[in-house]
């Protein structure tokens, strides 16, 4: 009984003990003290107590000078004599702007936070440089730092809030009659034997407990911040100095809190060459508790183009795409899209466009100078920016702006609407950084070989060359997953598409046919087939062949030069449960509320959920490191030539779980290792779409996003990247048999000098019904054997010899033709008119191409 009674006592606080484990667990609450609160809670006001003398930096190529009162700054091209502005010179008087935009105008960098009201936005112009809230410091290798305090901050004045009658009488004494009498009006004496008549005793008495023993004269609570400068100089005019000020702040016991929310965001200017790079350290930025930092905007308006400039903004959409300065539509909405596409543990509840770039580069071309903005450090967590003038202000300006802290929306109960945010449990440690080169020209083409020249520089890069012969990528489906009726009954089955002895077939037709540098990725050949399950182990799927058979198939490949790459997911689980090795609680990522990432699939028509197809899920980053490290293993056991990864290289998403957050930086380096893995291993990559931090790695990047998203802000779309990597490395891009105009796909290949692209399988199209795959509709090889091998051949044969070479120049010479000029002076001319072109003795039929070979 005495056992049970124990038991029942002991019981309540057990279960106390549960409740509060499973509140640090599930929902976050910290459990340190007052003492303990983490640094990132503890932000730092600054004064700045400097003179006005310009701080400047300088070297053969650059001249960098920054005025210390608003921090504002100009960068000098010495070899052009072009001025680079932080800030247009005469924002503040900006016609269009209101007052709040002209503060954007002014500020070297935008600040976005959380409440449990929402977002938002404040800029460090007001906030801080305005009152002075920054330190200035020229570091010992030149370099300059900036220390903003950005906030409501309440502006410290040298004046004592409380003082002893007997200091205040001596410094009063020193004044003049008049001086003396305007002080005395800001102060009231309060002496301990009349503190009884005073309605506000006990408040006075709590903030200064001294005055139940000696009289003080204590600051009015009414006094303005202009009649606080005011007594600052009187006190200034008879020696009061920061020793006394500390003296009498001893007097105050319980000093108010100077704001309400306080940020610190450093920014580190330093000259490299003809380069101007900027920082932003993550580990200097600080919160108030209270107020998660989300995202910040260093240099917002650098270089910003006014309405009589010309010329145009550069921005990475697809492979580069031009916002002419000035071009009135405002009508449309500002450029924004998200660097390496949307990160699937960030929530959404609906889809309208999948923003990405894959190149982490902005740009700015005025009246015949230009500046590319090369994005180094934290990219992963970047965004760019730009919209035109006339719309908030009379300015075009393009930016980055980047994730500080992610965080997503927690329902706490399903009987309630209320919604609260939480968020990462600790700043990233990280530094976004900016490298800003300058060129002597307003043209994209040289903007594009500034920023070839630029990777051309990177140790893994520069020795790099792509293939003699112009690539052809082939993509051949082995299986799908459909449902068939057996015995009666619908079945989950795995269909074979292309058998890997009709693989071997297809192989050798193409090189029958003559067809060079093929490069065959191989798809849906294990685990359930293209919808894959997770690589617990490696499953080689029998109604393909099985084992053996593929490794005939291998060997073959190798036999005709053939490069073939075994695709495999990693980051994601498709129809995987705990008898494939996949356990969602363990295993899949989580969002910052500790919910699990389950993807939905959006309807491309209507961008609303497709409840009737199966979710999946984003699995956790070290068990996709897993899964990748098991298919590298199998690829070196049967001896395969490459692998192609369908996710690394393309999709980039952290984990938040709060006991292990790995973000998107941390996932991006544990990708290229999985690259650099499986090149130790002796295997050739191939990787889709090819994030820029895949470029070192990669053999051969398929499907590239030529063009991207035709925005309607957008007035062109140029071959930029693909300027700058040609002859660097082998790409291709989407597949051309299932674009919806596939000759104009083609003739885009054309144009920016890429490789060719298809999709195929053996089986007819038709057995495609019924199922998720609808997109392979236009697959079937027997369809496409003969028209893709003459486009093939005569493609191969069209640009012998230009696959090594740079692009030197790409010209629009109408609405419909480009010309893009190699290295050897040979022009491949591209119409896309549905009539024939005809000028200076160039001929082309319509939607059709011609090359000009060099002389």
Known sequence: MKKKSLILRLLPWVIVLALLAALVIFVGIPLYTKDETPHMYKPTIYYYEGDSKPLTMENEYLSFEMDPTTTHFKVVDKATGVEWLSNPADAANDKVANSAHKENLQATALITYCTSAGAVEMNNYKYSIENGNYQLQQLEDGSIRVDYAIGKIEKQYL??????????????????????????????????????????????????PSVVEQPLYILKSDVKENVKKKVEEYFAEVGYSQEDYDLDMQLVAGAKESSASVFNVSLVYRLEDGDLVVEVPYDAIRYTEGYAITYVTPLPMFGAAGTEDEGFMFVPEGGGALIQLNNGKLQQSTYYANTYGWDYATRRDELINETRNTFPVFGMAKNGASFLCFMEGATSFGGVQADISMRYNSYNWLCAKYNVLHGDQYNVSAKTAQLVFMFESAIPDETVVHRYRFINSGDYVDMANAYGDYLRENDLLK??????????????????????????????????????????????????????????????????????????????????????????????????????????????????????????????????????????????????????????????????????????????????????????????????????????????????????????????????????????????????????????????????????????????????????????????????????????????????????????????????AEDATAMISRYQADMQGLNQQRIVDHQQVSDFVAVTTYEDGTKVYVNYANEAYSEGGVEIAARDYTVERGQ
Request: hydrophobic share 35%.
């Open 159 to 208: 004046i004592p809030q409380a003082i002893t009658k007997e200091r205040y009488d001596a410094f009063a004494d020193q004044m003049k009659k008049s001086t003396k009498k305007k002080l005395s009006s800001n102060y009231a004496l309060y002496e301990p034997e009349k503190l009884d008549s005073k309605k506000n005793k006990d408040e006075i008495i709590a903030m200064y």
């Open 463 to 784: 020795d790099q060359k792509a293939s003699e012969e112009v690539p052809v990528s082939v993509e051949l489906v082995g299986a799908i997953d459909k449902t068939v009726v057996k015995f009666g009954l619908p079945i989950d089955s795995v269909f074979a598409t292309t058998t890997f002895a009709q693989a071997e077939e297809i192989i050798g037709q193409l090189t029958d046919k003559g067809i060079k540098n093929l490069n065959v990725r191989l798809s849906g050949w294990m685990n359930g087939g293209l919808t894959q399950e997770v690589i617990q182990s490696v499953n080689v799927l029998n109604e393909l062949g099985g084992k053996s058979a593929l490794e005939q198939l291998i060997a073959s490949s190798k036999e005709k030069n053939v490069n073939l790459f075994l695709d495999g997911i990693s980051c994601f689980a498709y129809n995987s449960g705990i008898f494939e090795g996949f356990v969602p609680f363990g295993d899949a990522a989580r969002y910052t509320t500790r919910e699990q990432v389950v993807i939905t699939r959006y309807d491309p028509i209507t961008y609303i959920p497709q409840d009737w197809l199966e979710d999946y899920y984003l699995v956790r980053p070290d068990y996709a490191k897993d899964r990748t490290d098991t298919l590298i293993r199998f690829l070196d056991e049967t001896d395969a030539a490459g692998i192609s990864f369908r996710d690394i290289g393309s999709f980039l998403s952290g984990d938040y779980n709060p006991k292990d957050t790995t973000n998107r930086e941390e996932v991006k380096a544990m990708n290229i290792q999985s690259m650099l893995d499986a090149k130790a291993a002796g295997q050739a990559v191939m990787v889709k779409v090819g994030n820029d931090y895949a470029l070192p790695y990669a053999d051969i990047i398929t499907d590239m996003d030529l063009t991207g998203t035709k925005y309607s802000l957008i007035d062109q779309m140029v071959p930029f990247y693909q300027i700058a990597i040609h002859g660097l490395k082998d790409y291709t891009g989407e597949p051309i048999n299932l674009s919806g105009d596939y000759y104009q796909e083609f003739l885009r290949c054309v144009e920016y000098g890429g490789g060719l692209n298809f999709t195929f399988m053996a089986e007819d199209a038709k057995v495609l019904q019924d199922t998720v795959h609808s997109s392979l509709f236009g697959s079937h090889y027997g369809s496409w």
